[in-house]
């Protein structure tokens, strides 16, 4: 973790392609800074042939960097904002992620397991942060990565425009709204986006419900080590199968629920670690293979719009249910 690479070449690119991502965020609306790095990255690194030491460079931000991210990412998550979320919420939040979950299994079932579990996590979870957190666990590679990402975030770009469509159509209320957008889209962003564009009320509690299914990424990531440990022959259950940066994860969640550390400073931390996973990113598109990444899109691209279209009408099933029933 400490052998940093020395290469500036390396070091300067990454931070480049960081940079320029950044910037043309607010004039792309829709994926975010992440994606535009990745697609940024993977044309980039797809034209040039790096030095060693560049490549090195890339390695260590896909691996590390990612891991530390997903740590630093820990001090935005409030456990206490669970307290603010009715009974019924919790239950549909902790069912939606179930199903989301299983269902990329039986949608997927042609593709590795790692990608199985990436767009399952991505789609049900937190899109990006989802993502790069179960990556070391499932030993994903950097293709599968690169792909999940773009397709996770594709879908979400698609819901910011479709759910206050589908919102108004079905002439949801303000909580049915809520819980459809937060309940469902991908990222805080995809959420935001949908959820102030009906309503600021509607946003607001959109947002709340999402930091419900962003609090389910740990027990989360506990899962799937557990079954890919399962996957290994003569393995065994015990904390030794736990990736180190899912107890740093989870240490930073309790200090920030704790109040010890001022707001100020895990903002800052949790900020931090949105530019590590931008650097790391940057890092994943630069390795991956773009030919690989083509062969496996179609069939990436159908299964995520699988796993999206069943959240959407489980969803409006149990929403049109809990109206039923008063």
């Given at each position: 973790m400490f052998q940093i690479p020395k290469n500036i070449t390396g070091w300067l690119i990454l931070l480049s392609i960081a940079i320029v991502a950044t910037y043309l965020s607010p004039f792309i609306p829709g994926p975010g800074s992440i994606t535009i790095a990745l697609v940024i990255s993977l044309l980039v690194g797809n034209l040039m042939h790096w030095q060693e030491g560049s490549t090195q460079v890339f390695k260590y931000a896909e691996k590390h960097l990612l891991a530390l991210a997903t740590i630093l990412l820990g001090f935005g998550l409030n456990v206490r904002l669970l307290q603010e979320l009715s009974l019924i919420y919790l239950l549909v939040i902790v069912f939606m992620v179930a199903l989301t979950l299983f269902s990329s299994q039986w949608y997927c079932g042609k593709m590795s397991i790692s990608m199985r579990w990436l767009l399952g996590a991505g789609s049900g979870i937190c899109g990006n942060s989802a993502i790069a957190a179960s990556a070391p666990a499932l030993k994903a590679t950097v293709t599968e990565i690169g792909l999940a990402v773009t397709v996770v975030?594709?879908?979400?770009?698609?819901?910011?425009?479709?759910?206050?469509?589908?919102?108004?159509?079905?002439?949801?209320?303000?909580?049915?709204?809520?819980?459809?957008?937060?309940?469902?889209?991908?990222?805080?962003?995809?959420?935001?986006?949908?959820?102030?564009?009906?309503?600021?009320?509607?946003?607001?509690?959109?947002?709340?419900i999402k930091m419900g299914r962003i609090l389910m990424l740990g027990p989360v990531i506990l899962f799937i080590s557990y079954r890919m440990n399962k996957n290994t022959v003569g393995a065994k259950m015990d904390l030794s199968i736990i990736p180190n940066y899912f107890w740093g994860f989870i240490i930073a969640a309790i200090i920030t629920s704790s109040g010890i550390f001022p707001a100020t400073y895990t903002?800052?931390?949790?900020?931090?670690?949105?530019?590590?996973?931008?650097?790391?990113?940057?890092?994943?598109?630069?390795?991956?293979?773009?030919?690989?990444?083509?062969?496996?899109?179609?069939?990436?691209?159908?299964?995520?719009?699988?796993?999206?279209?069943?959240?959407?009408?489980?969803?409006?099933?149990?929403l049109y249910g809990m109206r039923s029933l008063g």
């Open positions: 975030n594709l879908l979400g770009t698609i819901g910011i425009f479709l759910f206050p469509a589908i919102a108004a159509a079905l002439e949801l209320s303000t909580s049915e709204s809520a819980l459809f957008s937060g309940a469902i889209l991908q990222s805080v962003g995809h959420v935001v986006a949908a959820g102030y564009s009906i309503s600021p009320e509607t946003g607001a509690l959109a947002l709340l903002k800052g931390l949790e900020k931090t670690g949105n530019y590590l996973l931008l650097l790391a990113m940057s890092g994943i598109g630069l390795s991956m293979n773009l030919k690989q990444m083509v062969k496996m899109g179609p069939k990436a691209a159908l299964s995520g719009g699988l796993i999206f279209t069943t959240q959407i009408i489980v969803l409006l099933a149990i």
